[in-house]
Nanobody, 123 residues
Framework: QVQLVESGGGLVQPGGSLRLSCAASGSIFSIYAMGWYRQAPGKQRELVAAITSGGSTNYADSVKGRFTISRDNAKNTVYLQMNSLKPEDTAVYYC?????????????????WGQGTQVTVSS
């Protein structure tokens, strides 16, 4: 089973920056895409940014120009650099990965979520 471990959340003032990291581990054969989602209290989980193994990226309109997603394929790790943070960015941020893993000698598709990391933007 593929596991995702996130780090880097915390409390930051408006206009500040944070960098989130998410490392995938397990019997990974390949990862097609990795991404970051967030869920604020009382709201649905939404896509923040995603990146494919080839480096193609996709961002929510609300974070374009402020957040940058990147990945290290060799380390199965994805990062989210968040700049110019706003109070409305406050949420639990979840890492997601989709790809193939080796199970009993065969390739099987997987989709995994991290446990979430809290980001709070407040003065």
């Amino acid at each position: 089973q593929v596991q995702l471990v996130e780090s880097g959340g915390g409390l930051v003032q408006p206009g500040g920056s944070l960098r989130l990291s998410c490392a995938a581990s397990g019997s990974i054969f390949s990862i097609y895409a990795m991404g970051w989602y967030r869920q604020a209290p009382g709201k649905q989980r939404e896509l923040v940014a995603a990146i494919t193994s080839g480096g193609s990226t996709n961002y929510a309109d609300s974070v374009k120009g402020r957040f940058t997603i990147s990945r290290d394929n060799a380390k199965n790790t994805v990062y989210l650099q968040m700049n110019s943070l706003k109070p409305e960015d406050t949420a639990v941020y979840y890492c997601n990965a989709e790809g193939e893993e080796v199970v009993a000698g065969s390739l099987t598709d997987f989709g995994s979520w991290g446990q979430g990391t809290q980001v709070t933007v407040s003065s």
